[in-house]
């Protein structure tokens, strides 16, 4: 049996993640601060563990699972799971610098 390889799955979900976009904010929620950690098992199944913008943002119903089905894509993941949370809520000091520049807050 193959080796699970929690590190490179890791990278491999970031590298996923960053191709998601808050629909409102022209950058990606990786960069955006609404990424709170990423777990993997040795059974490569994945966890997400992520905020919103907003508890009523427009996109609390298909952002979770646009992020669960872009997880599972990847062959190396068994299994993803995203848990929302708002503890503690976002706030635009979770930006990256990157997305603070894009935004022009810098």
Known sequence: MEEIN???I???VVRVLKTIYDPEIPVDIYELGLIYDVMVSTDADVKILMTLTSPNCPVAET?????E???KSLKEV?????EITF???????LMSEEA???????
């Open 87 to 93: 503890d503690p809520p976002w706030n635009k000091d």
């Open 100 to 106: 603070k520049l894009e935004l022009g807050m810098l």
């Open 69 to 71: 089905e872009k997880v």
């Open 78 to 82: 068994n299994d993803a799971e995203v």
């Open 10 to 12: 890791g990278e491999k």
């Open 6 to 8: 929690g590190q490179e």
């Open 63 to 67: 952002l979770p699972v646009e992020v």
